[in-house]
T-cell receptor
């Protein structure tokens, strides 16, 4: 069965520093991978979606993620953190089975300090 | 803009009460989902629906039921609330895309924080 692991439940960076949030999926290549963000007291919103059209996916707010099949990874990056990036980030993967729903990682909380 | 609304942001109920959480989407999405979110556990799927009157169990359906009588509305029911159902409940919806329910982008409501005392 498909699964997803987010390494690090908390990541802290300084404003202007590189943001790297890690996500690994299980060995079978999923059709789609997603990154969602949840700001305090809000629901989740889509940051970006991988659909196999390109390995480097650009999302909203300057985030991007690279799909690496050899490493079974889909890490999220942003070159320069902003205070407003402080939120919880979730990686999610799909499966090929018709009746199954999205599988979420446990989430990574990003803190940004000035 | 896609809008998913949930009936309450905060709810406090007593043990044993029957609880209804309502979710409405305005984008004519085929799929709707109920998750619960707990610290350190991420999102866990309770139930989902891919059409009116159709429902499928997710990972943690025990103690919950759902109803989808109209396409835009998906209700989560706690038949007899217990303290271990204290949690944040998130509703989401998506278009049908391809083979699997999971393939489309999901749009989330703001969540209902339920406390059962």
């Amino acid at each position: 069965a498909q699964s997803v692991t987010q390494l690090g439940s908390h990541v802290s960076v300084s404003e202007g520093a590189l943001v790297l949030l890690r996500c690994n999926y299980s060995s079978s290549v999923p059709p789609y991978l997603f990154w969602y963000v949840q700001y305090p007291n809000q629901g989740l919103q889509l940051l970006l979606k991988y659909t196999s059209a390109a390995t480097l996916v650009k999302g909203i707010n300057g985030f991007e993620a690279e799909f690496k099949k050899s490493e079974t990874s889909f890490h999220l990056t942003k070159p320069s953190a902003h205070m407003s990036d402080a939120a919880e980030y979730f990686c999610a993967v799909t499966s090929n089975q018709a009746g199954t729903a999205l599988i979420f990682g446990k989430g990574t909380t990003l803190s940004v300090s000035s | 803009d896609v809008k998913v609304t949930q009936s309450s942001r905060y709810l406090v109920k007593r043990t044993g009460e029957k609880v209804f959480l309502e979710c409405v989407q305005d984008m004519d999405h085929e799929n709707m989902f109920w998750y619960r979110q707990d610290p350190g556990l991420g999102l866990r799927l309770i139930y989902f629906s891919y059409d009116v009157k159709m429902k499928e169990k997710g990972d943690i359906p025990e103690g919950y039921s759902v109803s989808r009588e109209k396409k835009e509305r998906f209700s989560l029911i706690l038949e007899s609330a217990s303290t271990n159902q204290t949690s944040m409940y998130l509703c989401a919806s998506s278009f049908r895309e391809g083979l699997a329910v999971s393939w489309g982008e999901q749009y989330f409501g703001p969540g209902t924080r339920l406390t059962v005392t």
